[in-house]
């Protein structure tokens, strides 16, 4: 680990294979310590923790061993940092995005009794701001962590699969450059880790996969002490989705007495949209649902159905 001064305090962790850990635990010793103000940069491997590669086939999505899936980095011990308090999480920046992948994993997504069988995408990621999908699709590059988080109150071993009131596997993609994530501190030091990270996502991550891709992160940590939430909390500082918005959105909607239903329902409807309209394979579609159309509560007032809406932004087509 080497440690590089700059105004504020800059740790860089190395070696990722060393400082990887999976699911959460309360007892596991941190690997540095850093007071309020510090950043830290990460070095983060993909979500299968390099079982998928550039040159893997969908068939390598059978094997994956789902114990070591989602590898987060850390902990990291922020000094004074007790229960009630709560940890501001700036996201400074991302860098080395060289390749990811997408998958349909069988039994997995939210679409997964009609999905079945395996299917992957690789993607080249050193365009910077756009990778492609299909000729004529191309994808805008928005990269975040897709877990991240601190340790929880209860003693025991947690799995990763789940968010939870400490944060982990939110797959939130907006918690991209600038962003600050609030997230509740249940232990002394917080004990804060980092993974998953993604290249661009849709809101729902629907086929159970983002772009996947091993990248760095950095951010700074900022104590608040006696601020206490319950659960995490973020702010952006800017438009969300500028890009996907320049150009509008195609919207297919699902209702209901069930959100998750009419989710699957918004997102069955788009990909019949995707089907008939760009002759795009239903694997595909269902693939593109994942990384780049958002689902939307647009109501959930009106018992006894409610309304969800699937956002296609039309600027992904050329």
């Given at each position: 680990?080497?440690?590089?001064?700059?105004?504020?305090?800059?740790?860089?962790?190395?070696d990722?294979?060393?400082?990887?850990?999976?699911?959460?635990?309360?007892?596991?010793?941190?690997?540095?310590?850093?007071?309020?103000?510090?950043?830290?940069?990460f070095?983060i491997?993909?979500?299968?923790?390099?079982?998928?590669?550039?040159?893997?086939?969908?068939?390598?999505?059978t094997?994956?061993?789902?114990?070591?899936?989602?590898?987060?980095?850390?902990?990291?011990?922020?000094?004074?940092?007790?229960?009630g308090?709560?940890?501001?999480?700036?996201?400074l920046?991302?860098?080395?995005?060289?390749?990811?992948?997408?998958?349909?994993?069988?039994?997995?997504?939210?679409?997964?009794?009609?999905?079945p069988?395996?299917?992957?995408?690789?993607?080249?990621?050193t365009?910077?701001?756009?990778?492609?999908?299909?000729p004529g699709?191309?994808?805008?590059?928005?990269?975040?962590?897709?877990?991240?988080?601190?340790?929880?109150?209860?003693?025991?071993?947690?799995?990763?699969v789940?968010?939870?009131?400490?944060?982990?596997?939110?797959?939130?993609?907006?918690?991209?450059?600038?962003?600050?994530?609030?997230?509740?501190?249940?232990?002394?030091?917080?004990?804060?880790?980092?993974?998953?990270?993604?290249?661009a996502?849709?809101?729902?991550?629907?086929?159970?996969t983002?772009?996947?891709?091993?990248?760095?992160?950095?951010?700074?940590?900022?104590?608040?002490?006696?601020?206490?939430?319950?659960?995490?909390?973020?702010?952006?500082?800017?438009?969300?989705?500028?890009?996907?918005?320049?150009?509008?959105?195609?919207?297919?909607?699902?209702?209901?007495?069930?959100?998750?239903?009419?989710?699957?329902?918004?997102?069955?409807?788009?990909?019949?949209?995707?089907?008939?309209?760009?002759?795009?394979?239903?694997?595909?579609a269902?693939?593109?649902c994942?990384?780049?159309?958002?689902?939307?509560?647009?109501?959930?007032?009106?018992?006894?159905?409610?309304?969800?809406?699937?956002?296609?932004?039309?600027?992904?087509?050329?």
């Amino acid at each position: 680990m080497s440690i590089h001064h700059h105004q504020h305090t800059h740790h860089t962790i190395h070696d990722m294979k060393a400082h990887l850990h999976y699911g959460w635990n309360r007892d596991f010793p941190p690997i540095l310590e850093v007071e309020s103000g510090h950043s830290v940069g990460f070095e983060i491997l993909e979500c299968s923790g390099g079982q998928i590669t550039k040159t893997s086939t969908a068939s390598d999505l059978t094997k994956l061993d789902f114990a070591t899936l989602n590898p987060v980095s850390g902990p990291v011990y922020v000094k004074g940092a007790e229960p009630g308090d709560t940890l501001e999480v700036e996201i400074l920046d991302f860098r080395a995005l060289e390749w990811g992948w997408t998958g349909v994993i069988p039994g997995f997504g939210l679409l997964a009794d009609e999905f079945p069988e395996p299917l992957i995408k690789i993607y080249d990621l050193t365009g910077r701001h756009k990778t492609e999908f299909l000729p004529g699709i191309e994808l805008f590059i928005k990269p975040f962590p897709g877990t991240i988080g601190v340790a929880l109150p209860e003693t025991g071993h947690f799995s990763i699969v789940p968010p939870r009131k400490n944060g982990g596997n939110l797959d939130i993609r907006h918690l991209t450059r600038g962003t600050k994530l609030y997230l509740p501190v249940w232990v002394e030091g917080a004990l804060f880790s980092v993974g998953d990270t993604h290249a661009a996502q849709g809101d729902g991550e629907v086929c159970g996969t983002a772009i996947e891709a091993s990248m760095e992160i950095n951010v700074r940590f900022k104590l608040h002490k006696g601020k206490t939430i319950a659960e995490p909390r973020y702010e952006l500082f800017a438009p969300p989705t500028p890009e996907a918005d320049s150009r509008g959105y195609y919207v297919t909607t699902g209702h209901g007495t069930d959100l998750y239903k009419a989710s699957q329902n918004a997102i069955r409807y788009m990909i019949e949209h995707l089907v008939d309209t760009y002759g795009l394979t239903p694997g595909d579609a269902y693939m593109l649902c994942s990384v780049a159309v958002d689902l939307r509560i647009s109501e959930i007032v009106d018992a006894p159905n409610w309304v969800v809406s699937a956002f296609l932004p039309k600027a992904i087509f050329k």
